[in-house]
């Protein structure tokens, strides 16, 4: 299995040296030559298998450079019970009275957020392929967050001997604690910097950094070589593909489905990574219905889903959803790539028009295969909140923001359509997380006013009857070792004081 650029690069490259490099040679991202397809006999397998082996095969599927059998080795102990309890990815269903609707719990790991299961696999990806490649330079994760990535990112790279992690977050753009999670982060080799800005602001920065030829030349010449955590990495995202295909299959085993039965699959997703893995799994073979794209305010992908016209040039809304406070999608480059049979001209031409105005609009054959699939929706402040509350008092369970946009274009779609489909839902972040925003819709607005995060937290909790997690506990009371705050303009001044002294 060979990897390419969306953007027509014409080099060639290995799974592992694309998790290596994190982005192409000439800004693009990277993406299978062609996709692979599970057999009838790999379903059947999977049947019997746990999450882990199931993850092992669908990512074998991709790094043929890699045995599957190592790659069980590197999910057991990314995904180790001391981590991420008996059950990793529980697919939880909601009502016991209704057999529709599905939640796939992602955050069960060690920062309580999604991101965690691939950024828990991809440091073991990173040491890996460093070996076989016999690379010698020190790997510098560079990677700017909207919330989650950061935390999880920092936590997976921590300590790793050979490489040094820089973080990027926008001011004011994060949860108090999503913050905290990423300031109070020890380890010698970790960086956490603010910047005055948008996470837009903070991704286009360290896009810039990787496109500066002269300066990746400059880090090289003293042995240092830049890479990504964000989902613009293959190693990023290829080990979100399997948790879908695992839903399908739990679905199966449960018998709530049968073999070939579609079912619908519901992202909350600002940066389309996470809902271009659901299609991934589509295209390997997961008969998938709908993908519903779910939108926060920032509704840059619903409006583009409805017209075929991206345009980022409107106001920026910070929203209780924070990891989906986003304008530029980085992972639409890859659909569009794909959907367009792998078109590199067209996919360079619309990314040169969004870099330049901001704008670009895609062909009506384009937008016609794109719609045929995929359902767009967005959800303002009120209709979060409500449906929080909504979420509780008809389930007894309790979401956290994100999940909240899901279930709300849900809502709506299966209001409008009957579409009756099996529908898994992808609950991206522990509640906790956002834990002011989730006792404020189940309370009402004004509730979590001048409480320290401890107070509400312990609401939450009493309230919910979970568990305060690890990851979250005593937040506050840790000391902040990442204090620096610059503007958009200087991030690659801060690299290379990092870096190069």
Not at 60 to 66: E, H, R
Not at 319 to 339: A, F, G, V, W
Request: charged share 25%.
């Amino acid at each position: 299995m060979k990897y390419v650029s969306t953007r027509g690069f014409e080099g060639r490259f290995t799974a592992e040296e694309a998790i290596i490099m994190g982005i192409a040679p000439d800004g693009g991202l990277f993406v299978p030559e062609s996709i692979p397809v599970l057999s009838d006999d790999d379903i059947e397998q999977m049947k019997n298998m746990s999450f882990c082996e199931i993850s092992a095969r669908v990512l074998s599927k991709y790094m043929d450079d890699f045995t599957e059998d190592e790659l069980l080795g590197y999910t057991r102990e990314a995904y180790s019970e001391e981590k991420w309890g008996e059950d990793p990815v529980p697919l939880v269903q909601l009502n016991s009275y209704n057999d529709r609707e599905y939640i796939l719990e992602l955050w069960h790991g060690p920062t309580c957020a999604f991101k965690d299961v691939a950024l828990q696999l991809l440091p073991h990806l990173m040491t890996a392929s460093i070996r076989k490649t016999g690379e010698s330079k020190k790997i510098c994760i560079l990677t700017a967050t909207s919330g989650d990535t950061g935390k999880a990112a920092l936590e997976g790279f921590k300590d790793l001997p050979g490489t040094e992690i820089i973080v990027f977050y926008p001011t004011g753009g994060v949860s108090e604690a999503q913050k905290l999670q990423m300031v109070t982060t020890t380890g010698d080799n970790t960086h956490v910097i603010a910047v005055n800005g948008c996470f837009d602001d903070a991704q286009t920065g360290v896009k810039k950094i990787f496109a500066d030829e002269a300066f990746n030349e400059e880090l090289l010449s003293k042995g240092i070589k830049l890479s990504s955590a964000n989902s613009i990495n293959w190693g990023r995202l290829a080990p979100q593909i399997a948790y879908y295909v695992y839903s399908y299959i739990e679905l199966l085993r449960r018998e709530k489905i049968t073999k070939g039965e579609s079912i619908n699959i519901v992202v909350p997703t600002g940066n389309f990574g996470n809902i271009l893995a659901a299609w991934f799994a589509k295209q390997m073979g997961i008969p998938v219905h709908r993908l519903i794209c779910a939108s926060n305010r920032n509704k840059v992908l619903c409006d583009f889903f409805s017209s075929g016209k991206y345009d980022r040039n409107r106001e920026f809304y910070k929203t209780s959803s924070p990891s989906m406070d986003i304008l530029i999608s980085s992972n639409l480059e890859r659909l569009l790539y794909e959907i367009t049979d792998k078109d590199p001209d067209k996919v360079k031409d619309w990314m040169n028009k969004l870099n330049t105005e901001g704008v670009y609009k895609v062909d009506p054959q384009t937008l016609k295969r794109m719609q045929m699939l995929f359902v767009g929706g967005f959800a303002d402040e009120t209709g979060v909140s409500k449906t929080i509350l909504d979420v509780y008092d008809r389930t007894d369970n309790i979401v956290d923001t994100h999940t909240a946009v899901g279930f709300n274009i849900y809502n709506r779609y299966h209001g409008r359509s009957g579409d009756e489909c099996k529908t898994v839902f992808a609950s991206t972040a522990s509640p906790f997380k956002f834990s002011a925003a989730v006792m404020d819709a189940i309370k009402g607005e004004g509730f979590s006013r001048d409480k320290s995060i401890e107070e509400v937290i312990t609401e939450l909790s009493d309230e919910s009857g979970l568990p305060i997690p690890d990851a979250i506990k005593d937040l506050s009371s840790k000391p902040v070792l990442h204090k620096d705050v610059i503007e958009k303009e200087d991030m690659e001044a801060k690299v290379r004081s990092i870096l190069l002294g």
